[in-house]
């Protein structure tokens, strides 16, 4: 099975960076994802991780160590709109492209 | 436009009630995927399909079925057996690529009458 771990809570101040930690246990691995979501919508994809290493995307990047079981998120110069749950999610190693979510943190972005 | 889209946008059940949720895409995605999601927490799976006329259990499928008669439809019903069915079910699709992430509806927010 999966189990993954990532803070409830976050909270930042605009313009700043911030790190979202995440870190798992799993039977099988064929790659992370984080997702973000707002409050009462749909989880949208930010970014995807299968190697070692950072991925950077404009003001967000990830990262993934494989054999500490731990990928982060870093968002920086954050904005207010930043301010929703973020969700780390591990796609297990079968054909069926089934993915275990994190509870989700929650990042507050304060003025 | 392509996209996921799931109605209703909010669903109330009554007590011995089956009721079902529709989810239909126009992405041409093979797998289809529900999630239930409790406040605070994050998405549990229910049920998957990977291809039409198939379909396997996830998590927490006790209390719900699923059909998948068609590529673009994956309907969920939640059945009177689901004793504790208020939650936000999102829908979710993917193509075979092992590296492309899931599309999300909007969601159906049920809650018990």
Same mark, same amino acid.
């Given at each position: 099975?999966q189990?993954?771990?990532?803070?409830?809570?976050?909270? &930042?101040?605009?313009?700043?960076?911030?790190?979202?930690?995440?870190?798992?246990?799993?039977?099988?691995?064929?790659?992370?994802?984080?997702?973000?979501?707002?409050?009462?919508?749909? *989880? $949208?994809? /930010?970014?995807?991780?299968?190697?070692?290493?950072?991925?950077?995307?404009?003001?967000?990047?990830?990262?993934?160590?494989?054999?500490?079981?731990?990928?982060?998120?870093?968002?920086?110069e954050?904005?207010?709109?930043?301010?929703?749950?973020?969700?780390?999610?591990?796609?297990?190693?079968?054909?069926?492209?089934?993915?275990?979510?994190?509870?989700?943190?929650?990042?507050?972005?304060? %003025? | 436009?392509?996209?996921?889209?799931?109605?209703?946008?909010? /669903?109330?059940?009554?007590?011995?009630?089956?009721?079902?949720?529709?989810?239909?895409?126009?992405?041409?995605?093979?797998?289809?995927?529900?999630?239930?999601?409790?406040p605070?927490?994050? /998405?549990?799976?229910?049920?998957?399909?990977?291809?039409?006329?198939?379909?396997?259990?996830?998590?927490?499928?006790?209390?719900?079925?699923?059909?998948?008669?068609?590529?673009?439809?994956? %309907?969920?019903?939640?059945?009177?057996?689901?004793?504790? *069915?208020?939650a936000?079910?999102?829908? &979710? $699709?993917?193509?075979?690529?092992?590296?492309? *992430?899931?599309?999300f509806?909007?969601?159906?927010?049920?809650?018990?009458?």
């Amino acid at each position: 099975g999966q189990n993954i771990d990532q803070p409830t809570e976050m909270t &930042a101040t605009e313009g700043a960076i911030v790190q979202i930690n995440c870190t798992y246990q799993t039977s099988g691995f064929n790659g992370l994802f984080w997702y973000q979501q707002h409050a009462g919508e749909a *989880p $949208t994809f /930010l970014s995807y991780n299968v190697l070692d290493g950072l991925e950077e995307k404009g003001r967000f990047s990830s990262f993934l160590s494989r054999s500490k079981g731990y990928s982060y998120l870093l968002l920086k110069e954050l904005q207010m709109k930043d301010s929703a749950s973020y969700l780390c999610a591990v796609r297990d190693g079968t054909n069926a492209g089934k993915s275990t979510f994190g509870d989700g943190t929650t990042l507050t972005v304060k %003025p | 436009d392509g996209g996921i889209t799931q109605s209703p946008k909010y /669903l109330f059940r009554k007590e011995g009630q089956n009721v079902t949720l529709s989810c239909e895409q126009n992405l041409n995605h093979d797998a289809m995927y529900w999630y239930r999601q409790d406040p605070g927490q994050g /998405l549990r799976l229910i049920y998957y399909s990977q291809i039409v006329n198939d379909f396997q259990k996830g998590d927490i499928a006790e209390g719900y079925s699923v059909s998948r008669e068609k590529k673009e439809s994956f %309907p969920l019903t939640v059945t009177s057996a689901q004793k504790n *069915p208020t939650a936000f079910y999102l829908c &979710a $699709t993917k193509t075979r690529q092992i590296d492309q *992430p899931q599309h999300f509806g909007d969601g159906t927010r049920l809650s018990i009458l």
